[in-house]
């Protein structure tokens, strides 16, 4: 089982350029979350999502976009890269939030320069 | 929102002593859980222990929900063990899991 996987695992963009971090998870799992951590601090949540075709904001959504088309997936979209938002960035899932435990990736790290 | 505190935020200890974290949480939660992040970034889930107490070698949790705080031991500590330990809980109302700040734990040889 691979679990929980992200591409790329490093990336450096220039200010005002577009990406998408990949999540895919091989678990049936229906729940998805990404996460930003900053140098020293702990995980922020971003966005998150129930089932296909269901997302919801986080703590810090501003500045990305995501979307669920199917279970396994769930891509983190930067529309215009900035400073701030060079982070480490997490994806994670459950079954189901009340009764399992998260599974995460590796991590992307991505500086903005 | 649900508030995560954790404590200490920094521990540094001989090998083969033992340490006590601990992590309160502002509202009743369904849910807590405990990660180890390790010095190459990767979180490794511990436990899943919304109540009661659980071991897994030499790590073991206590969560007391009805005072709203949880415990991670980790007892006679070696090197392997550095880095930072995050808990996590739900909100009740939403399906938002808020991470605590972490401790960062440095074992020395």
């Known amino acids: 089982n691979a679990g929980v996987t992200q591409t790329p695992k490093f990336r450096i963009l220039k200010i005002g350029q577009s990406m998408t971090l990949q999540c895919t998870q091989d678990?049936?799992?229906?729940?998805m979350y990404w996460y930003r951590q900053d140098p020293g601090m702990g995980l922020k949540l971003i966005y998150y999502?129930?089932?296909?075709?269901?997302?919801d904001k986080g703590e810090v959504p501003n500045g990305y976009n995501v979307s669920r088309s199917t279970t396994e997936d769930f891509p983190l979209r930067l529309e215009l890269a900035a400073p701030s938002q060079t982070s480490v960035y997490f994806c994670a899932s459950s079954w189901v939030v009340s009764n399992q435990p998260q599974h995460f990736g590796d991590g992307t790290r991505l500086s903005i320069l | 929102g649900i508030q995560v505190e954790q404590s200490p935020p920094d521990l540094i200890l001989q090998e083969g002593a033992n340490s006590t974290l601990r992590c309160n949480f502002s509202d009743s939660v369904n849910n807590l859980q405990w990660f180890h992040q390790n010095p190459w970034g990767q979180l490794i889930n511990l436990f899943y222990i919304p109540s009661g107490t659980k071991q897994n070698g030499r790590l073991s949790a206590t969560t007391v929900a009805t005072e709203r705080y949880s415990l991670l031991y980790i007892s006679s500590s070696q090197t392997t063990d550095s880095g930072v330990y995050f808990c996590?809980?739900?909100?009740?109302?939403?399906?938002?899991?808020?991470f605590g700040k972490g401790t960062r734990l440095h074992i020395l040889p």
């Open positions: 996590a809980a739900p909100r009740n109302r939403d399906d938002k899991i808020i």
């Open positions: 678990m049936n799992h229906n729940y």
């Open positions: 999502s129930v089932g296909a075709g269901i997302t």
